[in-house]
């Protein structure tokens, strides 16, 4: 399988510690993109990268939260601190650079977080 | 920023029947609207897209009509399936400053679909 990879699927985690996520794009695509979903709710932008350059960051995203893609390939997520209010899930997807392709989003299936 | 309001946020149909969602956005320099589909315990998959330069299209049982001027676009099923039970979520994107468009996406809240046997 080709698709977008994201791990853990599931991370429970204690107020105040610190998480880290993984996305592995599809191995074509040199656009990445981060979104947080809360249920019952459709997902909301969080950063997105250009091969390794990350180009935009949500108000979302406060400090607590950083974003890596070292290489332009797989990226991570980390939350310092965590609170409760961070519990959601975490979607990575990817996309072309062609133009026309660029917008077309491939999600992973996401790492839900939970923060007790 | 943009804004994207979906209705209903729930929809039950008998297999077979049409089903329709719809969208409003607010900000009319968007250009891009895809819908997403997204079973449980997965992430959404991209189903049918328009652009702002083209009022409808099509894809087999499932069509998306796009009204520039009233700020609107709905996704439309025909023939519905059990297995079209889902989430669907419609989109909107702007163009960034240089006129490319890219994947951040505005989401709507979303539609639960379930289609009865």
């Known amino acids: 399988d080709t698709g977008v990879s994201q791990d853990p699927r599931h991370k429970i985690t204690k107020r105040g510690q610190n998480v880290t996520f993984r996305c592995d794009p599809i191995s074509e695509h040199n656009r990445l993109y981060w979104y947080r979903q809360t249920l019952g709710q459709g997902p909301e932008f969080l950063t997105y990268?250009?091969?390794?350059?990350?180009?935009?960051k949500s108000r979302l995203l406060s400090d607590r939260f950083s974003a890596e893609r070292p290489k332009g390939s797989f990226s991570t997520l980390e939350i310092q601190r965590t609170e409760q209010g961070d519990s959601a899930m975490y979607l990575c997807a990817s996309s072309w650079g062609a133009v026309g392709e660029r917008e077309k989003l491939f999600f992973g299936s996401g790492t839900q977080l939970s923060v007790l | 920023g943009e804004n994207v309001e979906q209705h209903p946020s729930t929809l039950s149909v008998q297999e077979g029947d049409s089903a329709v969602i719809k969208c409003t956005y607010s900000d009319s320099a968007s250009n891009y609207f895809p819908w997403y589909k997204q079973e449980l315990g997965k992430g959404p998959q991209l189903i049918i897209d328009i652009r702002s330069n083209v009022g409808e299209k099509k894809d087999q049982r499932i069509a998306v009509t796009l009204n520039k001027t009233a700020k609107h676009f709905s996704l439309h099923i025909t023939e519905t399936q059990p297995e079209d039970s889902a989430v669907y979520f419609c989109?909107?994107?702007?163009?960034?400053?240089?006129?490319?468009?890219?994947?951040?996406?505005?989401f709507g809240q979303g539609t639960i679909l379930t289609v009865h046997p």
């Open positions: 990268f250009q091969n390794e350059a990350q180009l935009e």
């Open positions: 989109a909107a994107s702007i163009a960034n400053a240089g006129g490319t468009s890219y994947g951040k996406l505005t």
